[in-house]
């Protein structure tokens, strides 16, 4: 603590002239209230925030920038209403986006308008996605299939990268290291070459040994987006990006006294780590075209092509005997989606689409012997197809300043369980100027996932293609007020969803686990956020949500399994006309439980206890080019868990309950040159 303490003063000290760039900047993106930002995600065209009837947030660039978080995940956990989870803070560790206590793959994340969301296992790693790319995140809480279709039960997050500027060249070039052995060193560039063509570039690289053994992490990663640009009466774009990582998997942490232990000589697991050997690595690429018009006032279209290709390569190694497996899973994806809007009379507005999405999925395996060697004879490929079309309308009309309704209905046909008809309903009534309350009510689906159809039969797990979608219904009702210009915006929700049909592995009669359509989940919470912004350099955030959920089965209805019911997190940003800047952040997690494999019991069989967590990030800058941070994540070192697992010690075999563990205190300092 103190050694961290006395890196931090003398930094904060620092007094450099000439910080007009980055105050111009902050004092650009506070310059509209609240209530009049424009977003897109939320029905798929622009409309000011006031006239959304869902729960919105926003995230800019220059949130980015000063946020303490050094994932994209983490800078989401600190946001309303979300939670974010990992099976272990290590390197590679994938994050998920819980919305309202919802489950990961009830969250449909995109890049672009691009689903970036496994289509194997239904969720999206926002992990991958380097912050340096983002200029904006746009999240729609609530149900999102009536324009996203699958798996927007929750919410929408829609992630928009960088675009070239006419008016200036972007460079960036930063450089950084921190605990446990990590840097980072990123580019970027962005400009107008000639007339209305543009680029933006960034480029990435990460390494870290972890805070534990085998939680090691290597990624490059790349995007490019090509624009030409000729304001509304045409907009046409091409980005693409480019993901290879390569990582440990260090499963849950052993009890306490575990001790070594070697298969002919070979470690496989210690006291940090349930396994030495287990590695992982993702090779993910996405590129999307996209045309944009506007021709004329009462018309506009959109046309976007876009096409994924994920590959995912798993080494596992098994502690009983020293046999193993390799596995490889292929998704490949082709995209296409065209919507016109429309604009017949003034207040309205009609919004046709439809989208078309086909998915080639494909497992192949191979056994290992007890010396980690291939064993011929044992490769077994599974390959699927599938495909979905959705069509949909969207209406709006506000008939006065005072009132706007939106309503819409999707219809969905997919190749492998048939059809399904998605209602939205909406209304916004605005009492004041700066008042806007909110309410909808919508259906939402979630398709079962490639993995949970087609998995390959063996003697312990298999596929059920006879899985029917997820469904239920999504309501909530918002009041977000502005107060003394954009000093003070308070938004209150209560929400409420449920879903039918719930997607779970379990085993069947003869005890081979396969996915099935088991149980009910619900829930009822309340939002409450206050932005205040006392001084031009000074702002606060404060932030609570609490879910009641369930999880109801054929023998009891308990609390949902790891949802927690408190979550707070608090946050202050403070600049000064030097060039500094500090941000903090805390984040309070409620109690979480499990109940393991038995149906039959209320009472959890183990918790994991709450906790907080503290970030802090100082960043000055010299002169107009020059930028240096000092960033540090949960500073008090606590100790948490994300969740439950079992560990088998061979030499007792005796088998325990284990945590995935959070990571301890990190700290990050970074060089920053701009132009």
């Known amino acids: 603590m103190k050694k961290w303490i006395s890196v931090l003063v ?26 009049e930002e424009v977003v897109v995600t939320a029905t798929k065209t622009e409309e000011r925030r006031k006239d959304i009837p869902n729960s919105v947030i926003l995230i800019d660039e220059i949130d980015i920038e000063e946020s303490s978080a050094k994932s994209l995940g983490e800078l989401l956990a600190n946001e309303l209403g979300i939670d974010w989870r990992t099976y272990g803070n ?17 969250t449909q994340v995109f890049v672009n308008g691009v689903n970036i969301n496994s289509p194997s296992l239904g969720v999206a790693d926002v992990s991958k996605i380097p912050l340096n790319s983002i200029e904006r995140i746009e999240v729609v809480k609530g149900s999102g299939s009536l324009l996203y279709g699958s798996g927007a039960m929750g919410g929408t997050i829609n992630i928009i990268t960088k675009t070239p500027k006419k008016d200036k060249m972007d460079l960036k070039a930063s450089a950084g290291y921190g605990s446990q ?52 009466i045409l907009n046409i774009s091409l980005y693409g990006d480019y993901v290879e990582r390569k990582y440990g998997l260090p499963g849950v942490k052993p009890p306490v006294g575990t001790q070594d232990y070697f298969i002919d000589g070979i ?21 999307a075209f996209q045309i944009k018009s506007q021709p004329k006032e009462w018309l506009a279209f959109n046309l976007r092509g876009d096409y994924t290709s994920l590959e995912n390569h798993m080494y596992q190694r098994y502690s009983f005997d020293g046999t193993g497996g390799k596995f490889w899973t292929t998704n490949k994806v082709l995209g296409t989606e065209g919507n016109v809007d429309l604009k017949p009379f003034n207040g309205a507005n009609i919004l046709l689409g439809v989208q078309y999405k086909d998915y080639d999925w494909e497992n192949k395996s191979i056994d290992l012997d007890t010396s980690g060697a291939e064993v011929s004879g044992t490769t077994s490929t599974a390959n699927a197809n599938l495909h979905t079309t959705g069509t949909y309308m969207e209406a709006q009309y506000r008939p006065c300043k005072y009132l706007k309704a939106l309503a819409g209905i999707r219809h969905e046909d997919n190749s492998e369980f048939g059809t399904e008809d998605l209602p939205l309903f ?18 939402h689906f979630l398709a079962p996932t490639l993995n949970d159809l087609y998995w390959p039969e063996s003697q312990w797990t298999k596929g ?51 996915p099935q359509n088991l149980d009910t989940y619900k829930a009822n919470g309340l939002e409450v956020g206050m932005r205040i912004r006392p001084l031009s350099n000074l702002s606060f955030v404060f932030d609570y ?32 006309n030097f060039g500094l800047s500090a941000s903090a952040t805390i984040r309070y997690v409620s109690d979480r439980f499990d109940y393991g494999n038995d149906k039959t019991i209320t009472s959890p069989t183990d918790t994991m206890e709450s906790y907080w967590t503290a970030d802090l990030k100082l960043e000055q800058r010299v002169s107009d080019h020059w930028l240096f941070s000092l960033q540090g994540n949960n500073l008090f070192d606590k100790e948490y868990g994300t969740y439950f697992g079992s560990f088998m010690d061979q030499t007792t075999w005796v088998t325990t309950t284990a945590e995935y563990p959070g990571s301890g205190t990190s700290i990050f300092f970074k060089v920053t040159y701009e132009y």
């Open 10 to 35: 003398p930094l904060a000290l620092l007094a450099f002239p000439n910080s007009s760039l980055a105050e111009k900047e902050k004092e650009d993106s506070q310059s509209l209230t609240t209530l």
């Open 90 to 106: 290590y390197g590679g560790a994938p994050e998920e986006i819980h919305i309202r206590g919802m489950s990961g793959n009830a």
């Open 181 to 232: 052995d990590t840097y980072q060193i990123s580019a970027e560039l962005g400009m107008f070459v000639f007339g209305d063509f543009g680029y933006y570039l960034t480029a990435n690289r990460r390494e870290t040994d972890g805070f534990r053994d085998n939680s090691d992490l290597t990624q490059n990663d790349v995007t490019l987006k090509l624009v030409v640009d000729k304001g509304d």
């Open 267 to 287: 470690e496989f697991y210690n006291s940090e780590s349930a396994s030495l050997l287990d590695k992982g690595s993702d090779d993910d690429g996405h590129v």
């Open 426 to 443: 909406g209304f916004v009534f605005n009492p004041l100027e700066n008042t806007a309350l909110k309410l909808t009510h919508g259906k």
């Open 464 to 514: 059920n293609p006879n899985l029917k979608p997820e469904t239920g219904w999504h309501s909530d009702a918002t009041l977000e007020q502005d107060l003394f210009n954009d000093k003070l915006f308070i938004t209150l929700s209560y929400f409420n969803w449920d879903v039918e049909n719930k997607i779970q592995w379990a085993p069947d009669s003869s005890w081979v686990w396969t």
């Open 545 to 576: 949500t609490y879910t009641d959920a369930e999880e109801e089965n054929q023998y009891v209805t308990r609390q949902a399994a790891y949802t927690p019911e408190h979550l707070f997190k608090g946050g202050l940003t403070y600049w000064t």
